[in-house]
Structure formats: C-alpha cells, structure tokens
C-alpha cells in the first residue's frame, strides 16, 4: 500500500489519470442495480477407501445495489449460493466424520485506505474493510454454526477467504443455503471480485480427503 502512493506523489500526473479512470469505474459500477446468475459447479472424488465424495455448488446470483454510503469506493451486493456434500459407494473402512463449508474469496484491486485526498470533496481511510452480514448464529448440537458478522481488512493484491458456514454431514449428506448475505466494501478504487466456493470433506481410520468447486469471477 505504501508503495502505491509512494508512486502517486512521484508520478502524481500520470496516477492522477489512473484513479479518475479508476473512480470512474466505480461511479459507474455504483450508479445501477443489477442481478448475475453463476452457473452450477460440481466436482466427484473417488477416495484411497473406495468411497465416492462429492461436493456442489448450485443457485449461485448476486444482487448489486448501489452503497448506501454513495461513496464511488464502496460497494455493495447481496449474495445467495446453496452447498450439497454427499458421500456413496461402498467403502472398506467406515467413515467417522465429514463436513461441507461455502463461503466466498473477495479481492480488492487497488486499495486507498490511507486517508488520500482525492480532489473530490472527500477523503478515504483509514482502512479498506470488508463487512460480511448474515442472519443470527446458528448452533446445532454445538458442531454447526455460521457466523452473523465478518469483517477483515483488505490489502492490494491479496485475496480475503470468508466462509460463511461449515456443517456436518448426517447420513452421508448435508447442505448449507445462504440467501441474501449482504458483502459490503470499503475504500477500494477499482474492481471488487468474488469467486465462491464449497469444500466437502470426509475422514476415515485410514484416509482423509477433501474437493472443493469454484464458482465463476464476478464482480461486485
């Protein structure tokens, strides 16, 4: 981060271009409402125990609205997404446990978080953030649960893994369906993209194992 606007006060003409071009983008992106279907993902595993795992993703969209703030650096969305995880076949050694998490992975192109001035009216900072909101806990039996609040800080460059849930699976099967979880940024010129996910995972005496499905890049 310091290092980018190092190189905004050193080649302060040519930057100046590069972030009203970038604001630009995001006084357009924040301007309209709009919705994007992600198509289905799914993904099979055969085990070293000879059992089948399989993971999917499926009624994926997101739901752009302008933020509330009306700031051209923030945005914001409403996603919903559905995970199944589900374990056939006839393996030799019994399964003892298995779980399926969703969840999303946000990056930041280019963060002004360090309180820059911008030439238009306002500043920006102290720091890119990113706010997950989703409905009340939810505890069952102590072993599942989702988290009502996330927030972490975004950096340029990196991306932000956010699960929204983890469960486990009962008769060889479980699900999570998250609709409507609001994603807001802050302080982030450029593009916000989000790229979901779903992990299925199983554990024997003898093995473990895992396979995840990615969604299609949107952005938010």
């Not at 357009?28 to 709009?34: F, K, L, P, Q, S």
């Not at 995972?201 to 003898?206: I, N, P, Q, R």
Request: charged share 15%; glycine share 10%; with cysteine.
């Amino acid at each position: 981060m310091e290092i980018i606007f190092m190189g905004l006060r050193r080649y302060g003409a040519a930057c100046t271009g590069l972030l009203a071009g970038v604001l630009a983008f995001g006084m357009a992106a924040a301007g309209t409402a709009d919705a994007e279907v992600v198509g289905d993902k799914q993904r099979d595993v055969r085990t070293d125990d000879g059992w089948m795992l399989q993971v999917s993703k499926s009624q994926e969209n997101l739901d752009r609205w302008p933020a509330l703030s009306a700031v051209p650096t923030s945005r914001e969305g409403f996603v919903s997404l559905k995970a199944i995880a589900a374990i056939t076949g006839a393996g030799r050694v019994p399964v003892s446990s298995g779980t399926v998490t969703l969840g999303y992975q946000i990056g930041c192109q280019v963060d002004v978080s360090t309180g820059l001035t911008l030439g238009l009216g306002f500043s920006i900072g102290p720091n890119a953030s990113l706010n997950i909101s989703y409905p009340p806990s939810v505890s069952v039996g102590g072993q599942a649960s989702v988290s009502p609040n996330i927030s972490t800080t975004l950096k340029p460059g990196a991306i932000a893994t956010v699960p929204f849930g983890s469960k486990p699976l009962a008769a060889s099967r479980a699900s999570i369906t998250a609709d409507q979880v609001e994603i807001k940024v802050d302080a982030c010129a450029g593009p916000v993209t989000l790229r979901s996910y779903a992990t299925a995972s199983m554990s024997t005496a003898t093995a473990d194992n895992s396979v995840t499905v990615y969604g299609d890049p949107i952005t938010l």
